[in-house]
């Protein structure tokens, strides 16, 4: 029978296995997609598919620059177990990948999991076989590019790669002469996890969400109704202080501002500057993590 590139899909699809791996599986069982799915557990390439239902929730999230940070990239990689994400070699697949992020053309996943990968097919093929090496399932999530023209980019990564953050700002000066600002305001994205740079890049439907619950919350305290209108936008200014980067307290001194201290050190290096991008990744979030009773499922492993 022959070998088709739709039998070649199909059974990657039900396996997970390699494009070459199906391939080839094909040809050793003359095109019989069932013996082929055999051949590959056989060969131990097939448990991709078997751990893809697995919550993968942990991982590592890394960054990369090009060499005037001019460009940047950031990606998130998810693994089931913390343990997995500091194994050397997940830890090096996700870096080459944060590599690859940099240099790609646009940062669609679909066509990133097509990207050629180094030894292997592509980036879904190695995925896939580091899968089938290591035993749990994994994930490449999420990925962004920046490489807005006239802005210089600094991160910063905390604990050890459970956050990633990409900070942009917009002059003229080098990614030298900004890196201590720029790396103080991408620790300030880690800890505080502002929502929005500044006002003017605030959702207007989040923002209007805000102000209908800032709504009830003022009529559930009794305020007359006829004064929400003149007591809300008080409310709203007090909340955006909060979620836009720019309006925070600095973390470092707490007696300025964000854009306070930013301006400050482009007053100091004769430049302007202003923050205008970031980008925060923190491992996991979002993710609907399952809890386990650990001694129950050792139980369970063990017949008793």
């Not at 999991?113 to 030894?119: F, M, Q, T, V």
């Not at 207007?204 to 006829?226: D, F, M, V």
Request: charged content about 30%; aromatic content about 4%; proline content about 3%.
């Amino acid at each position: 029978m022959a070998v088709t590139a739709q039998l070649v899909k199909e059974l990657r699809e039900r396996t997970g296995a390699g494009m070459m791996d199906c391939k080839k599986a094909l040809v050793e069982t003359d095109g019989d997609i069932e013996k082929a799915i055999e051949y590959l557990r056989e060969k131990g390439l097939a448990k991709a598919a078997k751990k893809a239902g697995r919550i993968a929730a942990e991982g590592l999230v890394r960054v990369a620059f090009d060499p005037a940070h001019k460009k940047a990239a950031v990606i998130e990689v998810n693994s089931e177990t913390d343990f997995v994400a500091k194994n050397d070699e997940f830890v090096g697949f996700v870096e080459k990948l944060a590599d690859i992020a940099l240099a790609a053309g646009s940062d669609d996943m679909e066509a990133f999991k097509a990207l050629p990968y180094e030894g292997q097919e592509t980036i879904g093929d190695a995925l896939n076989s580091l899968i089938a090496k290591i035993g749990e399932n994994m994930n490449v999530r999420r990925l962004s590019k920046l490489a807005t023209p006239g802005v210089v980019y600094t991160g910063y990564i905390h604990g050890n790669g459970k956050i990633g953050v990409i900070v942009g700002i917009k002059t003229e000066a080098s990614a030298d002469e900004i890196a201590v600002c720029a790396k103080d305001v991408a620790m300030q994205v880690a800890s505080m996890s502002p929502r929005f740079v500044d006002e003017t890049q605030v959702d207007p439907a989040w923002l209007e969400s805000e102000t209908e619950i800032a709504r009830q919350q003022l009529l559930n305290e009794g305020k007359p109704e006829a004064l929400l209108e003149k007591i809300i936008p008080g409310k709203i200014k007090a909340i955006l202080k909060e979620v836009c980067l720019v309006d925070q307290k600095f973390v470092k001194n707490s007696d300025i501002t964000v854009a306070q201290y930013v301006d400050s050190v482009a007053k100091e290096i004769g430049k302007p500057m202003q923050v205008v991008e970031m980008v925060r990744y923190e491992v996991g979030e979002g993710i609907e993590k399952k809890e386990e009773d650990f001694a129950a499922e050792v139980a369970a492993q063990a017949g008793l």
